[in-house]
């Protein structure tokens, strides 16, 4: 693969409505800053990284500014619910102290002295634990989950937790306790979720890395309408242990936890970070060592499917997806035509892989592990005494009375398997499919609910295991970002990233949000 070098001012984000010739508006271009003019709220992490440990950026004053810019930005967006401001200047002034005495050639953790923010649900010690349900608010983590306590070991510095829906049950960011979280690209609009809190920071530079997690979206479609990178792990490369809501026992290879950040590089180095057996979560059983950089775009096989064959996916993403492709196949990948029909029934077959998996209804999600009365909330809901979101009692209805309809769970179980071995026969190991994050960018705040059966583009890859990492892929028409997803087979993660970084070079990457 050809080298991608930072410091190369990028082509900047694509128009999809570009004259017919491909050339883009001067005016519609939004070019990047070579990374040796940007200031530490603009770098990627390993740029950040890079220079702590050279001396020319003191740890102090580089969580100073990520303060800063979450106090200006963060009471427009509504991401950041809880800070640990006071104990992470205590940590930078212990991570300064440890750089400035490390000898020359000394290997010093990887993050250490780099903000960092983490979703609500991935359990900081001493933080709110509360998966955003009412009934929990005063819920705080005993201790961190294992990802935290990797990320701490790494040298992070935890500057937060950010927002989530209730339950983590739908792609908009709200529940009763912290409210509602805002796209920084148009305020009126949704960040997804269910990670939507982290897409928001990283978008928005409040937050140069996040963690985040995902059962059927809910990394890639906040990266995507936010316009940041975002990653979805192999199944069973990174361990749940310390979330809640929990993705236990069969539900853990379809939960993945990864990071949403600035760059590839930035993903790569967090999963190095995160992934890998911690003893405790037993599906666990996957590792990373990175290589990215090592896989060759040249006859990468490509699989460009626009749609699914259900979902109607708008003329901006679909071009999107063909750009994406066009732009490997530029630097030596090889395309292929397969069909996939199974993918008609995408969410039909993660509905009932799901149900398969699940160990408790999500009643008792709502309820903190005791079922709670529906009939009642839903009457609570009417006259507005509820503690409950609409969201989280109308995914439940569909939860608990769906799983009662006569559906042929075997079937759509069986279909999926198939599904999967589909997919991996069609693009090999060293391949990817490219395929939509959503069926449009960013909808309007509760707009979402015009479309609810949309996740079906990021949802199948859950209970297929496969990994997926986000690409921006520059602005709509209305100056919102848009994404594409690159799939690769399971245990193929440096495959994907490696596809990632060719797109990153290509198309400009991340782009600042200013609400």
């Given amino acids: 693969m050809p080298s991608v070098d930072p410091a190369r001012p990028p082509r900047g984000p694509i128009d999809i409505n570009a004259g017919e010739d491909g050339e883009l508006d001067p005016e519609e271009q939004m070019p990047r800053a070579p990374v040796e003019s940007r200031g530490p709220d603009l770098l990627p992490v390993v740029e950040l990284a890079r220079r702590l440990r050279e001396g020319s950026l003191e740890a102090p004053a580089l969580l100073e500014a990520y303060i800063r810019r979450i106090e200006e930005i963060n009471p427009k967006i509504n991401a950041l619910v809880a800070d640990r401001f006071t104990a992470a200047r205590a940590e930078a002034e212990v991570a300064h102290r440890r750089l400035r005495a490390a000898a020359p ?129 192999s199944g069973r490369l990174v361990p749940n242990t310390g979330h809640h809501p929990g993705g236990h026992g069969k539900m853990s290879p379809y939960l993945c936890v990864g990071p949403l950040g600035r760059s590839v590089a930035d993903l790569d180095l967090c999963l190095r970070v995160i992934a890998g057996p911690d003893g405790k979560d037993e599906a666990c059983t996957r590792s990373y060592s990175g290589g990215y950089a090592d896989v060759p775009i040249e006859g990468m096989r490509v699989l460009a499917l626009e749609t699914n064959g259900s979902t109607r996916v708008c003329p901006e993403l679909r071009a999107a997806v063909r750009e994406a492709a066009e732009a490997l196949e530029a630097r030596g990948a090889v395309r292929v035509e397969v069909p996939l029909p199974r993918m008609r029934e995408a969410l039909l077959i993660w509905s009932a892989m799901l149900n398969e998996a699940a160990t408790e209804r999500y009643d008792r999600v709502l309820g903190g592990g005791a079922p709670i009365s529906l009939p009642l909330e839903l009457l609570k809901l009417a006259v507005g005494r509820s503690d409950h979101t609409f969201a989280g009692l109308a995914l439940t209805v569909f939860d608990v009375w769906g799983s009662k309809l006569p559906m042929n769970f075997t079937r759509l179980v069986a279909e999926g398997r198939a599904l999967q071995a589909e997919i991996e026969e069609a693009i090999g190991p060293r391949g990817v499919l490219l395929h939509p994050p959503y069926s449009r960018p960013a909808p309007y705040h509760r707009d979402s609910w015009r479309t609810p059966l949309d996740a079906a583009c990021t949802a199948i890859f859950n209970v297929l295991e496969l990994p997926v990492t986000v690409v921006p892929m520059g602005l709509s028409k209305k100056r919102l970002p848009l994404a594409v997803q690159v799939v690769g087979a399971r245990g193929a993660d440096a495959v994907t990233l490696a596809a990632a970084a060719a797109l990153e070079d290509t198309f400009g990457g991340w782009v600042r949000a200013e609400p």
């Fill in 105 to 233: 050639g000394e290997v010093l953790p990887p993050l250490l002295g780099v903000p960092v923010t983490i979703k609500e649900f991935a359990g900081v010690e001493g933080m709110p634990h509360t998966a955003g349900l009412y009934p929990q608010r005063a819920a705080v983590a005993a201790a961190d989950g294992t990802v935290t306590a990797r990320m701490r070991a790494a040298g992070a510095i935890i500057l937060g937790v950010s927002n989530v829906p209730e339950g983590g049950l739908w792609m908009e960011t709200y529940n009763k306790i912290w409210g509602r979280t805002n796209n920084p690209w148009d305020l009126r609009r949704s960040p997804g979720g269910s990670s939507g809190g982290e897409g928001a920071l990283v978008a928005s530079g409040c937050s140069p890395l996040g963690i985040g997690s995902d059962v059927g979206g809910s990394i890639r479609i906040p990266a995507a309408f936010c316009g940041t990178f975002g990653h979805k792990p």
